[in-house]
């Protein structure tokens, strides 16, 4: 008997029938003698409507009344599921976060999990239970409401399956595995049968919403098996797995990532002494502002640019700290653009192989695309090119590597 961990997101309990349809699919794995524990998402768009309601009220929302707000899109959908399973004949039990109780840290907005009581999951199960949490949630130590972040709930069934070793994770979503790229991007794709957790790791941060960052890092550092698959259809998904399998394939590019979600600053005519990168730099951390991309480059006349990435969210705010920083600094000039976007190609192979950048540049440079930032890893490497180049740096760089079916 298995004990599996299953996630469905909100595209897969997006409306009644699609409940249902998860509900048939949850009974038919339980009476085939699977323990079953469901850790689901919100209905699709939810979460959104929800921020939206807030936003009419308030600019910037007091951080524990939002999350009192946001987890009530996966407590509507922990008890249709249950209803759903219960009307198929088959016994479960709804649990909010706090229920279960999932400790989280005080981090509204961006808690992290610290501790899963699994007493009353195990008892469930034992009862012959399907169990059904809710995703994206936990409390903290004073029982507040706690969110995870977006995608959030990815990172609840992961921890759910460490806490309660189960033998497998499986988010099920609305395609049928990972693929080289964003299939809504490139239409030829290719569904990866596994990928290690290092390069998915990379393709999480790089951008790649499939699944949270955080999730995959759990999984790492728990050695859970984990797998992404398809709520609508059945097949084998895709396997986040280990490097050390000898029998595994290792292409120099397994995928590409975007995120479209940055924001680029530069600030020009800094002295070039030490202390400064940290004057600007370390102004715009204090300030909570997470940064990404950082480049420095020296002029003849010995005077400095630096130039980094992010969040778009938080550019009016490094706007208006870097200005400050600027006339502290005698600078001569700050700018910034939010039509950019990073593209980063991602693959443990790139380790022996070289001349991966040369081919991910050329490719870019047949297309006309400019090359505004580059950062490497070991394993990635990452440039920042002009929004609307976008789609056409993915595919050509999709193509150039030999990634489509
Ligand atoms: P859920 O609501 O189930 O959590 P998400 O929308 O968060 O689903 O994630 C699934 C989506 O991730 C897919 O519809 C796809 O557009 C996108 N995606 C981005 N990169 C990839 C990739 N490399 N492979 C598969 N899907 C990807
Ligand atoms: N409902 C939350 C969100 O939209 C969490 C999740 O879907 O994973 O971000
Ligand atoms: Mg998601």
Redesign the pocket.
């Known amino acids: 008997m298995s004990l599996i961990v299953h996630k469905?997101?909100?595209?897969?309990v997006g409306s009644v029938e699609r409940i249902k349809a998860v509900a048939e699919k949850i009974v038919a794995k339980h009476r085939a003698g699977d323990k079953i524990v469901v850790a689901v998402?919100a209905m699709?768009g939810e979460t959104n409507r929800l921020i939206g309601l807030a936003k009419a009220i308030h600019e910037e929302p007091n951080l524990r009344e939002m999350d009192v707000l946001v987890s009530t899109g996966e407590q509507v959908t922990i008890a249709l599921l249950c209803m759903a399973l219960e009307a198929a004949g088959v016994s479960a039990r709804s649990y909010t976060g706090s229920q279960v109780r999932i400790l989280t840290d005080d981090a509204h907005g961006k808690a992290r999990i610290k501790e899963i009581d699994s007493h009353r999951i195990h008892s469930d199960l034992d009862a012959g239970r399907v169990v059904v949490v809710a995703g994206f949630q936990g409390a903290d130590d004073a029982g507040n409401i706690t969110t995870l972040g977006r995608?959030g709930?990815?990172t609840t069934a992961v921890a759910l399956a460490a806490a309660l070793k189960a033998d497998e994770c499986q988010?099920?979503?609305?395609?049928d595995?990972?693929?080289?790229?964003?299939?809504?991007v490139v239409a030829d794709?290719r569904r990866l049968d596994k990928i290690t957790f290092e390069e998915m790791l990379e393709?999480a941060s790089q951008g790649?919403?499939?699944l949270q960052i955080r999730s995959v890092e759990f999984a790492g550092k728990y050695n859970v098996p984990l797998r992404?698959m398809s709520?609508f259809e059945d097949g084998p998904g895709t396997l986040i797995s280990l490097e050390d399998d000898d029998q595994m394939e290792k292409p120099v590019v397994s995928?590409i990532?975007f995120n479209r979600d940055e924001a680029k600053l530069t600030i020009r005519g800094i002295p070039d002494q030490p202390g400064v990168a940290y004057k600007v730099l370390g102004a715009i951390s204090e300030a909570n502002i997470e940064i990404d991309v950082i480049v420095q480059n020296v002029a003849k006349d010995n005077s400095a640019t630096i130039t980094f990435t992010v969040h778009r969210n938080d550019l009016a705010r490094a706007s208006k700290l870097l200005e400050q920083i600027a006339a502290d600094l005698g600078a001569e000039e700050v700018a910034s653009d939010d039509r950019i976007v990073k593209v980063s190609i991602v693959g443990v192979g790139m380790r022996s192989h070289a001349g991966v950048a040369a081919t991910m540049f050329e490719a870019l440079a047949a297309e006309g695309i400019n090359i505004q930032l580059i950062t490497t890893s070991e394993i990635k490497i990452t440039v920042v090119i002009e929004e609307r180049y976008l789609e056409l740096a993915v595919r050509s760089l999709h193509s150039a590597f030999g990634l489509e079916q």
């Open positions: 469905y997101g909100g595209t897969s998402s699709s995608g709930s990815d988010i099920y979503t609305d395609v595995g990972v693929y080289t790229t964003d299939p809504r794709a393709m790649s919403k499939i992404v709520s995928g990532a």
